[in-house]
């Protein structure tokens, strides 16, 4: 299945491919999503449905079908052992619900109401779904989190609906990875009596219940953080499925991490002065806060089972903590971005060894990235091949020169010379933006940050015309990655190899508007223009089927949605 945003018809087409270029009847589908993300404030949506039947070269072309949706779509969850069901979220927080794998959907929020109505009170708002949540233990669970306090639990994939109101307002929910009905609630701490000293306004309430949300217990109060057993591996390894991680504060007390494996009757301190911590598969990381404002980070790992930290080695001496940002642990090291420079737009990227303690320099003045913390990506279904856009050294000395100039005439400004100098100061801070813009490259590296390299372009475009560019600082393939862009980097951990990217040929990355479409199928070594200008494209069949369409910025109509059977050798169009 693929969802495409039409930036001008509000429009998102929903293709279910059956069989393939081998005329081989099976169907074909994917759960890749991130297309749906790639429009704001869109009045009116259709999801289209498209079939192929043992498709071949000489079979006629693929029919359209569509369902109207009342606005954008903010999030889709597939449901059910074989993924059948499709639930919807649009920016109006209707929920919609398909039971044919897209071919028709059935706005549910009417019903969702009702059965709200029957355990609210009559002065009591229900609110809206504002989140949906699957649960890893069970693949037809599903809760619905709403924006007053109301939430709807169902069993069987959105068929049925049981409505939960709990008498506090849930922030965030935390289902277990291998125990089908336990949750755990966050919620806003109400504090009865102002005078006391165990319980923090501004902290939360922690409640848990182990029968979907029919009956809670609040089990903890001042909590900060809290986390599940990360996967079931972790379990199996010997930490209980009682465990519970969390940052506890108390008044005149610094914030600790601990643990517990009964609901907090018993907890176990791990780290003192803990601000935040962070559970992945095989670490967990802990960041202290230390003496002269100086932020260690501390890690434990999943054979100790978490209980003993190790103080990380970096090259350089402090930073703050919320300038550590863990970007990727999948392969038994640790790429941590570090922004040591605070304020600027970019930070350094390090990688560690298997231990997660010993850090070492990776790649300097990458592009930082507000949602995971730096511009970077990794390719998906391979080893070691990682993406990043950083600034050249020139650049960061440019940039770091104007800094220091804005901060000396701040210094020596007066109130009144402040606000007289607001004009040079807009001045100044859109050279320093421009300086960031204009010099961003684009590294690969194929040995897991061992070392980078600039990306090789192809010879010729996509209308078989030389491309003059040898793959050096002076002219390189560059691509976007997340920061700047509404369309990603795309790979897939079952398309092996296939790598979809918008960027351009040149000394420096463009932007959006000036990008094309390239695409890669060994992983990222040899790439190709597949079409001129911004497409949103996605991937389906492990790779043997990819799909594009225009992206268009102004009033436009999306008029077709092209695809390929052969990796992007050829292409087929077809009309809406």
């Known amino acids: 299945f693929f969802f495409f945003n039409d930036t001008a018809t509000t429009e998102i087409y929903t293709q279910a491919f059956v069989g393939s270029v081998r005329c081989v009847q099976e169907t074909v589908s994917t759960q890749s999503t991130w297309g749906l993300q790639?429009?704001?404030?869109?009045?009116?949506?259709?999801?289209a449905l498209l079939f192929v039947v043992t498709w071949c070269a000489d079979k006629p072309a693929p029919q359209v079908d569509g369902t109207k949706l009342d606005g954008v779509m903010q999030e889709l969850v597939w449901c059910g052992d074989e993924n059948q069901v499709i639930i919807v979220r649009t920016e109006t927080n209707s929920v919609y619900r398909s039971d044919n794998r897209g071919a028709?959907?059935?706005?549910?929020?009417?019903?969702?109401?009702?059965?709200?109505?029957?355990?609210?009170?009559?002065?009591?708002?229900?609110?809206?779904?504002?989140?949906?949540?699957?649960?890893?233990?069970?693949?037809?669970?599903?809760?619905?989190?709403?924006?007053?306090?109301?939430?709807?639990?169902?069993?069987?994939?959105?068929?049925?609906?049981?409505?939960?109101?709990?008498?506090?307002?849930i922030q965030m929910i935390k289902l277990h990875p291998t125990e089908p009905y336990w949750m755990l609630a966050i919620a806003n701490q109400e504090c009865e009596n102002p005078k006391d000293k165990n319980c923090l306004k501004g902290n939360h309430a922690l409640f848990f219940t182990q029968?979907?949300?029919?009956?809670?217990?609040?089990?903890?109060?001042?909590?900060?953080?809290?986390?599940?057993?990360?996967?079931i591996a972790q379990i199996e390894s010997g930490i209980p499925t009682t465990r519970i991680y969390?940052?506890?504060?108390?008044?005149?007390s610094p914030p600790r991490l601990i643990y517990t494996d009964d609901f907090f009757r018993n907890t176990t301190l791990l780290v003192e002065n803990c601000l935040q911590f962070k559970l992945r598969a095989y670490y967990l990381f802990a960041m202290q806060s230390g003496e002269d404002y100086i932020t260690n980070m501390l890690v434990s790992n999943l054979p100790d089972k978490f209980s003993v930290f190790y103080k990380t080695m970096f090259p350089f001496q402090k930073v703050r903590s919320e300038e550590f940002h863990i970007l990727d642990t999948s392969e038994n090291a640790v790429f941590v971005f570090v922004k040591e420079n605070i304020g600027a737009p970019y930070g350094?990227?390090?990688?560690?060894?298997?231990?997660?303690?010993?850090?070492?320099?990776?790649?300097?003045?990458?592009?930082?990235?507000?949602?995971?913390?730096?511009?970077?990506?990794?390719?998906?279904?391979?080893?070691?091949?990682?993406?990043?856009?950083?600034?050249?050294?020139?650049?960061?000395k440019e940039f770091n020169a104007q800094n220091e100039e804005e901060e000396e005439e701040e210094e020596e400004w007066g109130d009144e010379e402040r606000d007289e100098e607001t004009g040079r100061s807009g001045t100044r801070k859109k050279l320093k933006k421009n300086i960031v813009l204009d010099n961003i490259h684009t590294y690969i590296t194929f040995n897991k940050g061992g070392s980078w390299r600039y990306i090789m372009p192809p010879k010729v475009d996509s209308k078989k015309k030389v491309i003059s560019c040898p793959g050096n600082e002076d002219c390189s393939l560059h691509l976007h990655l997340r920061k700047l862009t509404t369309v990603p980097f795309l790979s897939h951990k079952n398309a092996h190899g296939i790598i979809l990217a918008l960027g351009n040929t040149g000394k420096t990355l463009n932007t959006e508007a000036r990008s094309n479409v390239y695409l890669s199928r060994d992983g990222g070594v040899n790439w190709e223009e597949a079409v001129k200008g911004p497409n949103v494209y996605d991937i389906a069949d492990h790779g043997g089927l990819i799909v594009r369409t225009r992206l268009y910025r102004l009033n436009k109509e999306t008029s077709d949605i092209s695809y390929s059977w052969n990796e992007g050798l050829t292409w087929e169009k077809l009309r809406l």
Not at 211 to 231: A, C, M, T, Y
Not at 246 to 252: F, N
């Open 38 to 47: 790639t429009m704001i404030g869109i009045k009116w949506q259709w999801i």
């Open 104 to 169: 028709t959907f059935k706005k549910i929020t009417k019903h969702m109401q009702k059965a709200a109505d029957e355990i609210v009170d009559d002065s009591a708002e229900i609110g809206d779904v504002s989140n949906i949540i699957k649960s890893e233990a069970n693949d037809t669970t599903l809760v619905f989190i709403g924006n007053k306090g109301v939430m709807w639990v169902s069993t069987n994939c959105g068929a049925t609906m049981t409505a939960l109101n709990k008498d506090f307002k």
């Open 211 to 231: 029968d979907l949300g029919q009956n809670w217990k609040l089990i903890s109060r001042n909590v900060n953080h809290v986390e599940w057993p990360f996967n």
């Open 246 to 252: 969390a940052t506890l504060m108390y008044a005149k």
């Open 348 to 396: 350094n990227l390090y990688i560690s060894d298997s231990t997660g303690i010993r850090y070492t320099l990776s790649l300097s003045h990458v592009l930082s990235q507000a949602s995971i913390g730096a511009d970077f990506m990794k390719a998906n279904g391979l080893e070691g091949v990682y993406v990043a856009n950083a600034l050249d050294d020139k650049a960061v």
